[in-house]
């Protein structure tokens, strides 16, 4: 199993920036693909950004150019820089992991309120 704990969410202010953080534990030698989902109230959890054990990274059209996704392999950590902050991406953010057993994992969520 893995585990994922995010942290890094707030308050801010639209066009200031938040970075997020979910570090792994568990069976992290099994992780394939780490990604941040997020949902807004009253909407369905959507992609934001993943990042897959080569590298690749792929965004959201609603986030690109905007958010960068990072990891620090050996602090078992992803990150989710986010600038250019707008009222919509308010939302709570998760960290899922997909390992290669194709088992989806999910941290519990951290929120991020932007103000206009």
């Known amino acids: 199993q893995v585990q994922l704990m995010e942290s890094g969410g707030g308050l801010v202010q639209a066009g200031g920036s938040l970075r997020l953080s979910c570090v792994a534990s568990g069976s992290i030698g099994s992780i394939l693909v780490m990604g941040w989902y997020r949902q807004a109230p009253g909407k369905e959890r959507e992609l934001v950004s993943t990042i897959s054990i080569g590298g690749s990274t792929r965004y959201a059209d609603s986030v690109k150019g905007r958010f960068t996704i990072s990891r620090d392999m050996a602090k078992n950590t992803l990150y989710l820089q986010m600038d250019s902050l707008k009222p919509e991406d308010t939302a709570v953010y998760y960290c899922?992991?997909?390992?290669?057993?194709?088992?989806?994992?999910w941290g519990k969520g951290t929120l991020v309120t932007v103000s206009s």
């Open positions: 899922q992991v997909e390992t290669s057993f194709r088992v989806h994992y």
